[in-house]
């Protein structure tokens, strides 16, 4: 599985030959520094592990300097690991967006966008208990009865309740890349994906 690190730049629309509007996503894709080649004999399983993005060296702890060194670069922001990783790589390698073609599909990795504590309506799409015009006071937006009487005198876990929302690992699968421009190193893919504006992501082919 080959992949690469990127930055989500946002959300716009193309129109394909038959002149239809397809929502996708702006991704600007590494480059990326091979930091890292793992191997089953040294490490007990085989990776390869990418360096992206730039930060100050002074916000960076001495192993992670220590580690950059070996492959000529000063700082990295994010380190994420790739195992079975399709192409041969070396140490210091240099991967970009000509990794991935069109028409290619890709999963997306992210930290959804968070929002905090939510109620059953918003959180898990619930109609609420009734309507207005059926005697309620004040409970149009709440979960209603649980379920739980005597027995088993408990709630299931699993239970849908109130909860934090959102700011949780999420896998967009099977987007299909719709263009390349490696000058800019950027991926148009189809669809949506998951966090906000300058979220970290992670392609995998």
Do not use: W
């Not at 930055?7 to 038959?18: E, L, Q, R, V, Y």
């Not at 005198?153 to 934090?164: D, E, L, Y």
């Not at 949780?168 to 189809?190: F, G, T």
């Amino acid at each position: 599985m080959s992949g690469i690190i990127g930055k989500k730049i946002g959300m716009t629309s193309i129109f394909d030959a038959n002149g239809k509007a397809i929502p996708c996503t702006v991704i600007e894709a590494g480059p990326c520094v091979v930091s890292q080649v793992k191997t089953v004999e040294r490490d007990g399983y085989s990776a390869v592990q990418l360096a992206y993005g730039e930060r100050k060296v002074k916000n960076m702890n001495k192993a992670q300097q220590g580690h950059l060194k070996k492959v000529g670069k000063e700082s990295a922001s994010v380190f994420r690991e790739f195992r079975y990783f399709v192409n041969e790589v070396s140490l210091g390698e240099q991967i970009d967006v000509n990794l991935f073609e069109i028409g290619d599909f890709v999963d997306v990795v992210a930290n959804s966008k968070g929002k905090g504590f939510q109620g059953v309506v918003k959180r898990h799409g619930f109609s609420g208990v009734g309507g207005r015009t059926h005697g309620q006071h004040n409970r149009q937006r709440h979960p209603g009865s649980l379920g739980a009487s005597s027995f088993p005198s408990r709630v299931f876990k699993g239970m849908r309740m109130a909860g934090q929302t959102g700011n949780a690992r999420v896998k967009a699968l099977n987007l299909r890349i719709l263009q390349v421009i490696p000058e800019k190193n950027l991926l148009v893919v189809s669809g949506c994906c998951p966090g906000s504006k300058g979220s970290i992501v992670t392609i995998e082919k």
